[in-house]
């Protein structure tokens, strides 16, 4: 690192005060084994298939109107055409939204706000996010830096991790409605739609799957069942993006969101995580 590159500098000072906010952390949780003693489970009746219908609707509605606007309008050139598949999958994304606020109004007890969407709450909880994913950022860090590590070894040293398509995007294209578009995907609707279905949605039914399985058979400390859950619904929040090479960070950041979410019971905790790490993506990118 040169000691005159502001870049590499602020990057060090952030890693070194997440590494502070990490370690207070795991001494006041005893490595985490009482972080979610209070949490408290978020009373539904979902069934455990009922998740996957709005993450369906999602992929299904993104691939057919991706199939019906070729067929009809054809190839078009340049960046109009990435701005119509961004304009897809917003209106496809909204489409989800909508059917995982009908599930929460019907399944959950006090609907949106049983749900984690309160809006009383997002004062704390923007401020609370900063500092969950400035905790975080040093595993993400670390994660990206194995995984360039093992990427060289096992492929040669010609190994580079891929940059995700919305960041090349921004960085090739000029024209403001592709960077616009751009923007309200990566800060507005995937970290809406992805929240509420992954960790909202399948979270929550995760937890409850095990809290009703093993609530008669484990004498253990309810909170404990909820890590299992955070945990899955990474794994899956993880696999839906198809670079490979961002997954290990990808699942740090998930467990970041899905602790944030159980701690708080706020949902617009881990949406202001997931909105404030693409956000940061975009910002670098522009400043390559």
Known sequence: ?????????????????????????LLKTSVG???????????????VYLPFVPLFIWFGAVSLVISI???????LPGWQSYFFDNLIFCISGLTAIGAIIFIVRVHFARGLKGFGLNIKTIHKDFPAAFLNLLT??????????????????????????????????????????????IVVVAVVIAPLLEEML???????????????????????RESRKAWPAI?????????????TGHWPALF????????????????FRPIFIHALFNAVGIIAALNQ
């Not at 992954?198 to 253990?220: P, V, W």
């Open 1 to 25: 690192m040169e000691l005159d590159d502001p870049i590499a500098i602020a990057e060090v000072i952030i890693c070194l005060s997440g590494l502070m906010l990490l370690a207070c952390w």
């Open 33 to 47: 084994t009482r972080a979610l003693s209070d949490a408290v489970p978020r009373r539904n009746n979902m069934p």
């Open 69 to 75: 606007t070729e067929k009809l309008g054809g190839d």
């Open 136 to 181: 975080v950022w040093p595993l993400i860090t670390a994660a990206i830096l194995l995984t360039m590590f093992f990427g060289e070894l096992i492929c040669g040293p010609e190994y580079k991790m891929q940059q995700h398509q919305e960041l090349k995007l921004i960085t090739e294209y000029s024209q403001l409605p592709i960077r616009i578009s």
């Open 198 to 220: 992954f960790r909202g949605l399948f979270q929550t039914m995760l937890r409850s799957y095990f809290e009703a399985r093993y609530s008669i058979f484990d004498t253990r």
């Open 231 to 243: 945990f899955i619904s990474s794994v899956l929040f993880t696999t839906i993006h198809s670079n």
């Open 252 to 267: 740090f950041l998930g467990v970041c969101m899905g602790y944030a979410y159980e701690k708080s019971g706020s949902l």
